[in-house]
């Protein structure tokens, strides 16, 4: 009777073992297919961000080139515009501007600023239309490889030219001048210091720039030209930025009427884009002046942030297809970012290499139940042949970076990976009972 009931205890516990690995079973693969689940569930949400709800999106115009020689009725046009619109443009003046070609660095004749230019530009300013910005001194290139007027020019060279455009401008406005604006958005270290000596309080250049960690200077480089600057509004609003900033750079021979062959606008649709711009509640637009004073920090730290961050799109970009990185180049190419967080496009490119991975994990993984039953060889040569494959390829993407290639790197990674899950599930099988092949 004893050896019965060891019978039916002996019996009882292989009975809870089975059910107990066939639990453990389960739960594995529900894991396995819950994590996939997982990664397709934020392939397809991205890393969007909830736009802020009381968002201020600053938007400043910086039209530069203004001198002796460029066109006093579009100019004229231009301040009317921002008159009729109640609101402030920032304008970079060239207090004596090169005769010659500005890209031939042998010319070295000049033109002073002419008092029916300083007129217009002391009227703006009075009236709080312009804000006047040092844009160089003669906007004539000392380099013929390499447009610039500062960036490689001696202390000295451009403390003299700096000092004498700034005593220009502010004579014809009576009132300081404070924003310097280098020709060809190219400076360096040597200008910063000069800047900064001479009383200076913001440079706006380019997000390339050189600088120190120290500087005392506003940084309030340009971001953004007339033709994107609908789509830097939009890319601003799902921003995660309370004060996003976007400051657009553009010049006479912008329009049409001024460059039919080049020119990207009319007169027309520029006014038009600054009543569009002035019926959004959720934009303001400022002088460089005026955002100097508004905007939180406008310091060298989030100059050298979005300088960081911009490095980071760039190198990532190459990673993604055009469709998946259009967005964030756009975001890239207009908007002044105010926080530090993490770039959008890196988990873009996580996102979207997880996903394949994932297709290749389940397609394998399907494929492998099918056949490997029936096949111990077919087996072996999906196995290994897959994970000698995905060490190989991944050991050539270290140096050789090329979008298709990544993509089939990743596809092949995942199928080695599901080949392998078949491989565990044919062994909980085992376990089981039912066979291995």
């Known amino acids: 009777m004893s050896g019965k009931?060891?019978?039916?205890?002996?019996?009882?516990?292989?009975?809870?073992?089975?059910?107990?690995?066939q639990m453990r079973a389960s739960i594995f693969y529900h894991s396995v297919?819950?994590?996939?689940a997982l990664v397709f569930m934020v392939s397809l949400t991205g890393c969007d961000t909830k736009p802020i709800?009381?968002?201020?999106?600053?938007?400043?115009f910086r039209y530069d080139d203004y001198s002796a020689k460029s066109s006093t009725d579009m100019e004229l046009r231009i301040i009317?515009?921002?008159?009729?619109?109640?609101?402030?443009?920032?304008?970079?003046?060239?207090?004596?501007?090169?005769?010659?070609?500005?890209?031939d660095p042998s010319q070295h004749n000049v033109v002073p600023l002419t008092?029916?230019?300083?007129?217009?530009?002391?009227?703006?300013?009075?009236?709080?239309i312009l804000d006047i910005s040092l844009h160089g001194y003669s906007h004539g290139t000392i380099n013929v490889e390499q447009m610039t007027e500062f960036s490689g020019l001696a202390y000295n060279r451009q403390a003299e030219r700096i000092a004498k455009g700034k005593k220009l401008l502010e004579g014809m406005i009576d009132a300081p001048v404070t924003t310097f604006v280098p020709p060809w958005n190219r400076y360096d270290l040597n200008t910063i210091r000069v800047l900064e000596?001479?009383?200076?309080?913001?440079?706006?250049?380019?997000k390339n720039g050189e600088t120190t960690e120290g500087s005392t200077l506003n940084f309030l480089p340009a971001s953004c030209y007339l033709s994107r600057l609908r789509d830097a509004v939009k890319v601003a609003r799902s921003s995660s930025d309370a004060q996003p900033v976007i400051v657009v750079l553009f010049h006479e021979y912008d329009f049409k009427e001024i460059n039919q062959q080049n020119g990207s606008i009319t007169f027309q649709e520029f006014f038009n884009l600054l009543n569009w711009l002035k019926s959004q509640g959720d934009v303001r637009l400022l002088s460089i002046s005026q955002a100097a004073k508004v905007i939180n920090d406008l310091s060298v730290n989030r100059f050298l942030l979005n300088k960081r961050e911009d490095l980071w799109d760039y190198s990532l970009s190459?990673?993604?297809p055009i469709s998946l990185w259009e967005e964030e180049y756009i975001r890239h190419i207009t908007l002044y970012r105010e926080s530090h967080v993490v770039p959008r496009i890196l988990l873009k490119v996580v996102n979207f290499y997880l996903l394949i991975v994932s297709f290749g994990i389940v397609f394998s993984f399907i494929m492998g139940i099918l056949f490997f039953k029936r096949s111990t060889f077919i087996m072996k040569i999906s196995i290994y042949g897959s994970?000698?494959?995905?060490?190989?390829?991944?050991?050539?993407?270290?140096?050789?970076?090329?979008?298709?290639?990544?993509?089939?790197?990743?596809?092949v990674v995942g199928v080695s990976i599901g080949f392998c899950l078949s491989i565990l599930y044919f062994k909980k099988k085992k376990l089981w009972g039912n066979g291995y092949p």
């Open 80 to 103: 009317d515009a921002f008159r009729k619109n109640k609101a402030s443009l920032t304008i970079g003046v060239i207090p004596f501007v090169s005769i010659g070609s500005l890209h």
């Open 53 to 60: 709800e009381k968002k201020q999106i600053n938007v400043i």
């Open 33 to 36: 297919f819950v994590a996939i």
């Open 197 to 206: 000596e001479l009383g200076f309080s913001t440079l706006s250049a380019s």
């Open 387 to 411: 994970i000698s494959l995905s060490i190989i390829m991944i050991i050539y993407a270290s140096s050789y970076i090329y979008l298709k290639y990544m993509m089939a790197c990743a596809g």
């Open 318 to 320: 190459r990673f993604l």
């Open 5 to 21: 009931r060891s019978s039916y205890i002996t019996c009882y516990c292989r009975l809870l073992y089975r059910c107990d690995v």
């Open 115 to 128: 008092s029916l230019k300083g007129d217009i530009l002391k009227t703006g300013f009075e009236d709080g």
